[in-house]
């Protein structure tokens, strides 16, 4: 060897001691670095396909979820449509109370007088003073305040409501009245 480089037996057993301690160490440290990246890939490969897995979860989860859904509108139509019936029916139902309220009760009502038993012979003068009796009662106080108070402009619901009468009861008496 050429002495100009200043190069001597030792210095050149050092270069190769280093050379043989780097080139092994590198050496290493690229396969580390290899193995690392391959780690890395095997990492992220790994944490891809659970994210894959729960997508397809998710997935089936929406599908069970839109499922669910369209069973629970269905069975609110149902619900809507029966409690729509049972509106109607309850509305029918109110008008019929309705009806029946604008009705006095039975026990409202004053109990009917009993009517004394016609005579078989009736006197004649008896029979025309029924027929000339000015209000019309014939007997009956209760025909004689129907008539006053028809007379005094009452509407016949509101004379059965003061009487505890029906009104067709109250109608029928002054009807009876002008046939007379």
Not at 63 to 78: G, H
Not at 114 to 143: E, F, I, M, N, W
Not at 155 to 168: F, K, Q, V, Y
């Amino acid at each position: 060897m050429p002495a100009a480089i200043g190069s001597t037996s030792a210095d050149l057993g050092a270069w190769a001691l280093l050379l043989l301690m780097v080139v092994p160490a590198a050496f290493l440290a690229l396969r580390r670095r290899r193995t690392g990246s391959r780690m890395q890939v095997h990492e992220r490969l790994a944490e891809l396909r659970e994210q894959l897995e729960a997508r397809r979860s998710l997935e089936g989860l929406f599908v069970q979820l839109e499922e669910l859904a369209r069973r629970v509108s269905q069975r609110v139509d149902e619900k809507c449509s029966r409690l729509q019936v049972l509106l109607h029916e309850a509305d029918a139902r109110i008008a019929r109370l309705e009806r029946i309220a604008s009705q006095p009760f039975a026990a409202e009502r004053p109990a009917p007088q009993p009517r004394p038993a016609p005579d078989p012979q009736p006197d004649r003068a008896a029979s025309l003073t029924v027929r000339d009796d000015p209000t019309g009662a014939q007997g009956d106080p209760r025909h004689g305040e129907v008539y006053a108070l028809a007379d005094a402009g009452t509407a016949p619901n509101e004379i059965g409501r003061r009487l505890g009468l029906r009104a067709a009861e109250v109608e029928l008496i002054l009807n009876l009245r002008d046939m007379r």
